[in-house]
């Protein structure tokens, strides 16, 4: 197929775009800045109308990855990059004739706090959502599968934590601040948390892409299937880069506090730099969050290829090569 790929930048986009090259798709990717894939390139901003129009003409397939990916920033901006132009991507793909749209979510979008254990994917909710990229991300998966029909048939697909070499999200995110002293445990660090190896995440995504009659009208929770304490994760990935574990500890309702009076500061402040800490932060550290997969796996006809201790290993080797 003929397949345009949003947010090829970034390291799942990035890598979404390279698996679907490796099974002979004509591909085609929009993003703002260099891909440094070796396929059909569009540099544009998705706000654009004619760059998207330009984007979907004669495509068979869009996989929408693009959007406003931060734990602060204005309200708007969110609803512009994630909400406006994702409606805007979806008009277009309807013009153009395209048959099948692939939206990348986030299981963030059905997140109000509470505790999932075991569960599927639970319906989006924006008004529960506790960030802005929550609810934008909830409010453009709804209008995404509102638009599935008999001549675009569409499908959302929330991968869980998405981790891998070149991640500047999670990886890149913990590393800095256990360098910098600023990384701590919240609570016990016991609680059990679902993540997903890069490459399996983008084989999930090319496999819904793939069975779409099966999936589509619906969304998908994407993990590895491998539940682990939350310490574990966060020393397996602090290990790969060589550097220090935390020791220290803080209770959850005080890192929630915490994480209060910083969003205000920051707002306040408008400041750019990733925030230490925020109340969605302290409630992701302290609350279990991992998914049956049985359902995802039979529907897409997946399996994860790469263990979480394979993707460690291949996160270390990054690591020491670079």
């Known amino acids: 197929m003929k397949v345009l790929v949003t947010g090829a930048s970034g390291m799942l986009g990035r890598t979404v775009a390279e698996t679907l090259l490796h099974q002979d798709h004509d591909v085609t990717v929009l993003q703002r800045r260099p891909s440094g894939i070796s396929c059909r390139e569009i540099q544009g901003d998705l706000r654009d109308a004619r760059v998207v129009d330009a984007a979907v003409d004669s495509q068979n397939a869009v996989i929408h990855l693009a959007a406003r990916v931060s734990p602060t920033g204005a309200w708007q901006e969110f609803v512009d990059v994630n909400v406006t132009a994702t409606r805007s991507l979806i008009d277009a793909s309807e013009r153009a004739g395209v048959e099948r749209f692939v939206y990348v979510s986030s299981p963030a979008v059905a997140s109000s706090g509470d505790a999932h254990v075991g569960v599927g994917a639970l319906p989006a909710d924006p008004g529960q959502a506790k960030t802005h990229y929550a609810r934008s991300k909830a409010q453009a998966e709804l209008l995404s599968l509102a638009a599935d029909g008999p001549d675009l048939a569409v499908t959302a697909v929330r991968p869980h934590l998405v981790w891998g070499p070149g991640d500047e ?89 915490v994480g209060a009076l910083v969003e205000a500061v920051w707002a306040a402040g408008s400041i750019d730099r990733d925030p230490p800490m925020t109340r969605f932060l302290a409630e992701q550290l302290s609350t279990a969050h991992w998914y049956d997969q049985r359902e995802t796996r039979a529907l897409l006809d997946w399996q994860p290829a790469v263990s979480l201790d394979q993707g460690l290993a291949k996160l270390t080797a990054s690591f020491r090569a670079h």
């Open 169 to 257: 999200q999670l990886v890149g995110r913990i590393v800095e601040r256990a360098k910098s002293g600023a990384l701590r445990v919240i609570g016990t660090g016991a609680a059990l948390v679902d993540s997903t190896y890069v490459t399996n995440a983008a084989d999930a995504i090319a496999a819904a892409l793939d069975r779409i009659e099966q999936v589509h009208g619906r969304a998908l929770v994407v993990t590895n299937g491998e539940p682990r304490p939350v310490i574990e994760l966060l020393r397996g990935l602090c290990d790969a880069a060589g550097v220090a574990f935390p020791t220290g500890s803080v209770a959850p309702a005080a890192a929630k506090s």
